[in-house]
């Protein structure tokens, strides 16, 4: 079964997820294509000076700013990795997809998941975009969708993830399923979704990370005292650290890990909430 990146929300979840996990190490396109399923224009490049401790490679598209798919800013993946099937119905679910990602160009990118499937290939669209500024740097973003819109087809968003056929990244302000049509780059180091389920657990509000990034040394701030467990995990939902919550403030040392998006589950005798972390 595989596990679509839908919503980032920092609620409490029942940790237990899968992931789609494209980091270009191979020198591979990890299956994304231009959206006539071509790969013109889109290379597998080296960084000059890596943004972290493991990403060597990145994938790079070139837009031309022609009325074709080299000229549109978006890819296309139609692997098992990012298609199959979405378990709605039986439970509550929150994913997100980060992107290690730079923007070279003198526009901001407003980047946007879109989708299609369902019985009649139902295109939809998430309603918000991230936005990455112009001339910035390699950085960690998460992109997600509180909702959709289904932007051609008679499904519903749904139904769409009960039998998905494509997964799309898509540069536009507007919303829309077709990508801008620009002269510029699009640069992409990592891209993986996180996939959570909701067992409806309360958030426990007054518990607080911090900085958020984090070089080396985290505080975890539990005003009420609780007792109970701090779990990090890495994106592979390997269970890597676990300290004890007993004190007001709580010093979790992350210096021997590299840099990266964290998963830290805090879990009292009544209560869990789940929080991501980027370590730099």
């Known amino acids: 079964m595989n596990y679509l990146p839908l919503i980032i929300l920092f609620f409490a979840y029942q940790f237990s997820y899968a992931q789609g996990d494209d980091n270009y190490e191979d020198g591979t396109l990890e299956d994304w ?10 290379t597998n490049e080296a960084h000059s000076v890596p943004p972290n401790q493991g990403n060597l490679f990145y994938l790079q598209k070139d837009c031309d700013g022609s009325n074709t798919a080299v000229g549109e800013m978006a890819i296309i993946n139609h692997s098992e990795e990012w298609t199959g099937t979405y378990p709605t119905g039986f439970f509550d679910a ?12 003198d526009f901001d990118l407003h980047l946007r998941l879109g989708y299609m499937g369902g019985t009649d290939n139902t295109k939809i ?13 390699w950085d960690y973003y998460s992109i997600y969708a509180g909702d959709f819109t289904v932007i051609e087809g008679s499904n519903t968003w749904e139904e769409v993830f009960e039998d998905s056929h494509e997964a799309k990244i898509i540069h536009n302000d507007a919303i829309s399923y077709d990508g801008k049509i620009v002269s510029g780059t699009l640069k992409i180091s990592e ?46 939902g390997k269970n890597i650290l676990e300290e004890n919550l007993s004190s007001n403030i709580t010093l979790v040392d992350l210096s021997e890990f590299r840099s990266g998006v964290y998963i830290v589950k805090i879990e009292t005798e009544d209560l869990t909430t789940t929080k991501k972390i980027v370590k730099l």
């Open 33 to 42: 294509t231009n959206t006539d399923l071509s790969t013109n224009m889109l």
């Open 125 to 137: 669209v998430s309603n918000e975009a991230t936005i990455i500024p112009a001339f910035s740097d």
């Open 191 to 236: 891209q993986f979704s996180v996939y959570l389920l909701s067992n409806n657990d309360q958030f426990i509000s007054e518990i607080s990370l911090y900085p958020n990034p984090v070089n080396d040394v985290i505080s975890i701030r539990n005003p009420g005292n609780e007792q109970g467990r701090i779990v990090l995990f890495d994106i592979l």
């Open 94 to 105: 929150f994913v997100w997809i980060d992107m290690l990602v730079k923007n070279d160009n």
